[in-house]
Nanobody, 122 residues
Framework: QLQLVESGGGLVQPGGSLRLSCAASGFTLDYYAIGWFRQAPGKEREGVSCISRSGYSTNYADSVKGRFTISRDNAKNTVYLQMNSLKPEDTAVYYC???????????????WGQGTQVTVSS
């Protein structure tokens, strides 16, 4: 089973920072590329960032590039998303998922978790 648990969300003021965690349960995370996704109210889920199996290749949506940083610690079986300079439009539920690739058409595997709520508001 590909089970991932997101955490680290919360309420933050514009310009603030949060660090999200994506922890794997029941499998070894270092075999897989991992993507972060988000879903805002009334919108479809969108890709935010992705990290390769090695951790050396990453990509980002244009809307977050320069503000967000994805990383992984395979020893802790965890992928992180450091979010800086947060904007109100970043408000969404954030999810992580195993993906086939960080480039081209992405396919996700396993079930979506609960996600973690990020709210950016003053």
């Amino acid at each position: 089973q590909l089970q991932l648990v997101e955490s680290g969300g919360g309420l933050v003021q514009p310009g603030g920072s949060l660090r999200l965690s994506c922890a794997a349960s029941g499998f070894t995370l270092d075999y897989y590329a991992i993507g972060w996704f988000r879903q805002a109210p009334g919108k479809e889920r969108e890709g935010v960032s992705c990290i390769s199996r090695s951790g050396y290749s990453t990509n980002y949506a244009d809307s977050v590039k320069g503000r967000f940083t994805i990383s992984r610690d395979n020893a802790k079986n965890t992928v992180y998303l450091q979010m800086n300079s947060l904007k109100p439009e970043d408000t969404a539920v954030y999810y992580c998922a195993v993906v086939n690739s960080c480039w081209g058409t992405q396919l996700t595997f396993g079930s979506w978790g609960q996600g973690t709520q990020v709210t950016v508001s003053s």
